[in-house]
């Protein structure tokens, strides 16, 4: 099981999927709870949007990513969906549609086309060096700093969202900004190492899997990490020994576990159906 660490680079990838599944589980319990499951597509798309627009004009392959996800990101935070027939998702559906439309074209144009499309959704988290996971690790642990200086802020503005409050947000609110401003640096660097599809299962499966399990918001936080880290772990495992990609591997792991806390739910419910019924 533990074979893949004779080889310098499935360290190098395991590494950076912890690095990366803690925070986007952490950060996916809010997305969950506000309802914004796509707001990770959509600024990844968006994020690998700014990719395709760099290799197209032949130059800012980091800071026109960065420029387009912060951009995005901040677009996103005065969203404040007052007309009952219309959800905040499908506004952020619509950028997400929009983004990968355009990102389709761009590649479209490059000489690999196909390849990259699929280094885009997946990306290549076999070939990452230590120098990029070391960049991460400091702009992730500058996130979570700031996530866990101003935890109440955040999580009492997820609660209003919970509740269906979300409408006394107002146009602009500091802390909704800073969420969102946080949430698209996170995803910049992410996606760059484990590409739009793999970001998004660490956002929302392991904090939907935590939540079918518990409902002590502590414990959905420990768990959602430990589910991230389990599912690189086993996922980088699948990819080693079945010679498959890793990224996809790594999904497919987390999928398996969302689908083994489902049935967790489901049988506890009956269960607790049965206990409650008249003898």
Known sequence: MFEMFQLPFMVQAF????????????????????????????????????VAFAAFIGTGATSIPL??????????????????????????????AF???????????????????????????LSISWNQIGMAGIVFGAIALVQLVFARKFFKLTESFENGENHLVGIFNLWNFL????????????????GVIPVFSYLIIPAVSAIMITKNKIAVIIIAMLISIIGGFFGLNLSYHKD???????????????????????IRNLVAGRQQQPT
């Open 15 to 50: 590494a950076a999927a912890v690095i990366t599944g803690i925070l986007l589980s952490y950060m996916g319990v809010h997305v969950v709870g506000r309802g914004i499951v796509f707001v990770d597509l959509a600024l990844g798309q968006i994020s690998s949007l700014g």
């Open 67 to 96: 420029i387009f996800t912060l951009s995005g990101a901040l677009l996103m935070s005065f969203i404040n969906i007052r007309d009952k027939r219309l959800k905040q998702e499908a506004i952020i559906g619509i950028f997400y």
């Open 99 to 125: 983004a990968s439309a355009l990102t389709v074209l761009l590649i479209s144009k490059t000489a690999h086309g196909d390849s990259d499309i699929q280094e885009v959704l997946f990306g290549n988290i």
């Open 179 to 194: 969420f969102y401003i946080s949430i698209g640096l996170a995803i910049v660097y992410a996606v760059k190492i484990n």
């Open 244 to 266: 498959f990609p890793a990224g996809p591997s790594v999904v497919a792991v987390l999928g398996g576990i969302f689908f083994v806390c489902a049935a967790f739910k489901i």
